[in-house]
Nanobody, 123 residues
Framework: QAQPVESGGGLVQPGGSLRLSCAAS????????MGWFRQAPGKEREFVGG????????LYTDSVKGRFTISRDNAKNTVYLQMNLLKPEDTAVYYC????????????????WGQGTQVTVSS
């Protein structure tokens, strides 16, 4: 299974947008599931959303529904997290993680984790 590598974080004003990328290193994401998580200082790692390569219906946590979208580019072997209408409370380190068949919120169901990318929402 491929090692995920995140990119695309940065500083954005409230109401702005960012797109995070999660690329596969040393393999492929085909026939895998991907979870996006975030961790703010002093808080536990939180599920953001997840999707499986063969299943077209991503899951999202309630706080990001309607604002965040998970998509993928099969040709680039990359999964994206488009984040719109960002709020200060979205500030966190964002991680992507891979699993064979799981796309839910349990962190121990994911096998490989990226190094994380910082997202800061501030004016």
């Amino acid at each position: 299974q491929a090692q995920p590598v995140e990119s695309g974080g940065g500083l954005v004003q409230p109401g702005g947008s960012l797109r995070l990328s999660c690329a596969a290193s040393g393999g492929t994401f085909m026939n895998s599931c991907m979870g996006w998580f975030r961790q703010a200082p002093g808080k536990e790692r939180e599920f953001v959303g997840g999707s499986c390569w063969s299943d077209g219906a991503p899951l999202y946590t309630d706080s990001v529904k309607g604002r965040f979208t998970i998509s993928r580019d099969n040709a680039k072997n990359t999964v994206y997290l488009q984040m719109n209408l960002l709020k200060p409370e979205d500030t966190a380190v964002y991680y992507c993680a891979t699993s064979r068949v799981y796309r839910g919120p349990s962190t121990n169901r994911y096998s490989y984790w990226g190094q994380g990318t910082q997202v800061t929402v501030s004016s």
